[in-house]
Every structure is written in C-alpha cells, then in structure tokens.
C-alpha cells in the first residue's frame, strides 16, 4: 500500500482526535460567524448537546480500527507466527500501524479496509463542519447513497476554509469526488447556479465571481475579445450615465482564463 493510499487512514483518525474534546465536554461549540475553521478546542461551551450522530460515528471508527488490527494480527499469526502488539495507545499510532500490516495484504483487502476508512473520513468531516457552524449543501455530482458510501450524508458540500482552503471556494468531501490524494474536489459557485449559460451578468458580477475587481474583470473580457473571442453585449442595465453592459454568461465561460479563474475544467 502506497503513502497516498494510507493517508485515508491516517486524515480519518486525525478528525477523529479534533472532534474528540467535544465527545469528553458532553457540548457542541458553533461558530455561527461564517468565519473559517476554529482550531480543536479544549473546552467546547455551548447550550447544545453533543449529537447522538458525532457519538457514534466516533465509537465506530474506534471500533473499526481495533477490529481491522485484530484481523491483520490474527493472520499474521496464522501466516508466519507474527504477533504485532495491536494495544494501541492512541488512534494515530493505530492508524499508522494498520496502515504498515496492510502493505502485506491482498489487494481486494486493501481496497475494502481503505473503503471503510475513506467513509469514516467523510462521515467525521460532515461532522467537523456541523461543529464548526458549517451544514454542508448538496454537492452538483448528486452522489447517491450506496455501496460502499451509502452511510454517507447526501449532503456533502462544505467550506474549503475547514479544511485549511480558500474561504470563498466551496470543497466536496464525498469519496466520488476526490483526488487519488484524497484532495476533495473544489466546487465553484458557478457550478450552484442554474440556467448558468443563457444568465446575463455584468463586469461586476463577472468579478463577484472570479473574486475580482470590475475592471480586472473588464480586462479579462477586452483580452478575450483581442484574442478573438466573439463576447457580443446582449443589453445594458442601469440609469442613463451609468448603464452597464450585460454579456451572456455562457459566451465568457468558452474563454479558456474565465474558467480556470471560476475553477471550472478546461
């Protein structure tokens, strides 16, 4: 098993220990401000109890990890008489010890154990970001509930911010829409929109966007236009004086800068 297939593992068990101080203080602790993550707390506060949901899912990843390393000691055992203490102090020694006595085992094992471990994470994020005062939305890609995630929330979009991303971009930590690293996917709001190519926007809603200015975003349609990009101006908005071109948004998304700058694919 490789480093990058291990970090599942490894990323799950960390969000575990984050949420941990929640489960000892008996409190949820929501931020409520719309700001990025808060770091793991020492002594939540909250008129909120702790979720029955953030309970469980926490036993059974403790559950999970002790069963895993009892199978891996058990053959083990049975294969060349190796008897790997498994009495782990903690769930990051276990973790990285599950993912050592899986670089013996078959590859259908490995595939199953690291399927366990990528929910688990997923599941402990969604929660993180309930903690964090963050419900997640439902992601574009409409993921369904079925195996081998089907004990995964249907919703499960959140804020890149929680996981150390850009506070304006929004991350999908569904399974389905990961990296082989296991880095979510960033989804642009654009991607939230519907009806997204016929909407008419102006330069300032092009910059609101890209998280630009309106005349950086100007700039962008004049370079588009010189390198010969056909951007026609569908109708203006606003009093006289003042009127702002309207171009339609599905026009700008064929030039190749706009939608890297909205984090769309090629």
């Not at 973790?95 to 590859?107: E, N, T």
């Not at 929910?119 to 994020?125: E, N, S, T, W, Y």
């Not at 990961?178 to 008419?200: K, N, Q």
């Amino acid at each position: 098993m490789t480093g990058e297939e291990n970090r599942f593992i490894r990323q799950a068990a960390q969000i575990a220990d984050w949420l941990e101080p929640y489960i000892k203080n008996g409190r949820l602790k929501h931020s409520g401000s719309g700001e990025g993550e808060r770091s793991s707390p020492n002594a939540p506060s909250s008129t909120e109890p702790v979720s029955i949901p953030l309970i469980s899912a926490l036993e059974e990843f403790d559950h999970n990890l002790a069963q895993e390393l009892g199978i891996r000691k058990a053959v083990l055992e049975q294969l060349d008489g190796r008897s790997p203490n498994t009495n782990v102090p903690d769930r990051t020694t276990g973790a990285a010890l599950l993912s050592q006595l899986l670089g013996d085992a078959p590859q259908p094992v490995v595939e199953h154990t690291l399927n366990d471990f990528r929910r688990h994470k997923a599941v402990l994020i969604l929660l993180k970001a309930t903690v964090a005062g963050h419900p997640a939305r439902r992601c574009p890609a409409g993921h369904r509930q079925q195996e081998p995630w089907e004990r995964i929330p249907a919703n499960t979009l959140i804020p890149a911010s929680l996981l150390g991303g850009r506070a304006n971009q929004l991350v999908c930590v569904h399974p389905e829409c990961e990296a082989e690293d296991g880095t979510p996917r960033v989804i642009s709001p654009i991607e939230l929109m519907t009806g997204i190519h016929d909407r008419l926007v102006t330069a300032a809603d092009l910059g609101v966007l890209l998280g630009c200015s309106e005349p950086a975003a100007r700039a962008r349609i004049r370079r588009a236009e010189a390198a010969g990009h056909r951007l026609p101006v569908i109708d203006t908005v606003g009093p006289a004086g003042s009127a702002k071109n309207r171009w339609r948004l599905g026009d700008l998304l064929n030039v190749a800068s706009i939608r890297r700058g909205l984090g769309l694919a090629p």
